[in-house]
C-alpha cells in the first residue's frame, strides 16, 4: 500500500508538491517544514512524531 502524498499542509495550507520537504507522522498527517518545526515534530492530530516524508524518485527507468 503506497503512502497518500498529500498536496497540502494540513496546518497552514500551503501548497507541498511531490519532491518538496514535508513530514508525515504514522497516519500520514502531512505538514510543511516550518510548520513541523513550529510544532517541534510532534503531530497535532494523533501526538506521534513527524518525520521526513519520503521523495517519489525524479526518474524511474523501467528494466
Known amino acids: 500500500m503506497a503512502l497518500e502524498m ?3 499542509c494540513e496546518s497552514c495550507n500551503d501548497s507541498i508538491d511531490d519532491n518538496s520537504l514535508a ?5 500520514e498527517c502531512t505538514f510543511c517544514a516550518p510548520c513541523t518545526e513550529e510544532m517541534n515534530h510532534i503531530c497535532p492530530n494523533c501526538g506521534g512524531e513527524l518525520v521526513i516524508r519520503p ?4 526518474n524511474i527507468c523501467p528494466l
Open 6 to 8: 498529500r498536496k497540502k
Open 55 to 58: 521523495r517519489k524518485p525524479q
Open 23 to 27: 513530514f508525515i507522522c504514522v497516519y
